[in-house]
């Protein structure tokens, strides 16, 4: 099995919580440096696995090295574009977590530097490679579906706001809220199970209305509240967003809360066709219903984790030179896409053809 040696850069929850276990299970894995702005943090990881070699602060001393062969960039969102191009740059291939960045016009650029040095850059979006995704899009392209004309999307949860006046919630640092945070996910999910779609117009109304007041805002838990600053901090990106695209495959809608008063977690994508329909419970398994004989049948099959089937197909995309589905040339169409709902949101009105 081949070694991949590689740096990690951010050593934070989803370092944490998901790449670093899932190099521990690969097994062929050497993190010869972890890096975070905060050293305590790159040095717990490098104390907890012994496949960690080198705790740093300055990601540039990982790029100068030449048996590093990829990077694992893992920050907050606005960090993305800068790490990943200073990586490029410097010869080595790149596995971003999701959202490509802050807007498109810089996940563009990302996309230009990487093809034009021939590095592999992919993206974070996980749920390409959840099983019940997969099977999902299989069935669309076997015609289990007939035609699918319309997607509905939930993403919505009752007290989720993450790190309340940190970087999740200050839109120059994140992007956006709770669209770019996990409508990333749906969308992305929707476009890949269609095999793709032409965007030809949309429409999107964004709100911000649950933590106007960051202190008085009540939860039961807040996710990132590590990273939360309600005294100095800002709250100008969507907690709530509803919106419509129609597309030359099916017509797509969606609701997405990071909070609302409603205690309730409504986390499903249902794709509805003239032969057949599912229900994908996000994150599980899916129900999918027949319209010939009328029965619907839960889905039954091992999920493996989805982020060390991504971790592997990027590190294996760098010996083959394939690009895979989460290859940027694959992603940036959900770029594009989230930047023109911020934009109709803004605007206050539908976005058609050239304009998205
Ligand atoms: N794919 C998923 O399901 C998923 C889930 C959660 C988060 N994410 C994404 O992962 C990214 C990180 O999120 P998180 O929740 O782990 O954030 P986090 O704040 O917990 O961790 C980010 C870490 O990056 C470090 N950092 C920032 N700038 C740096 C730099 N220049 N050099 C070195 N270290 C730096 C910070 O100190 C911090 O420890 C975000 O883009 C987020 O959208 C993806």
Redesign the pocket.
Known sequence: MKAYTVAV???????CG?HFPAFEKLGNVRVKYA????LE?AEAVKAKYDFVENAI?D?NVALADPEVTAVFV????Y??Y??AMDALRAGKHVMC???ITVNYALSKEMADEANKRGLMLNI???NRYNKSVELLEEMNREGKFGKIYHVYCSFRDFRSI??LGG?FTTKAQSGGGALI?WGV?FLDLILYVLGGAKLQTLTCDTYSEMAKDMKAYKYRSMH?E??ADVVNGVNDVDDFVTGHIRTDKASISFNGAWAQNLDQRDMYVDFLGDKGGARLDYGKQFIYCNGETLESTQSDHHIPNM?RMEDIAFLESTDTGVKNRNHIDNILESAKLLDALYRSAELHRELRGDEI
């Open positions: 850069v951010g050593c934070g929850r989803i370092a998901a890096c975070d702005l905060i943090k602060t990601y893992l920050t907050p969102n960090a993305h800068t790490v977590e999701k959202p974070g979006v996980c993450p790190g970087a945070d996910h990132a590590d990273t982020y």
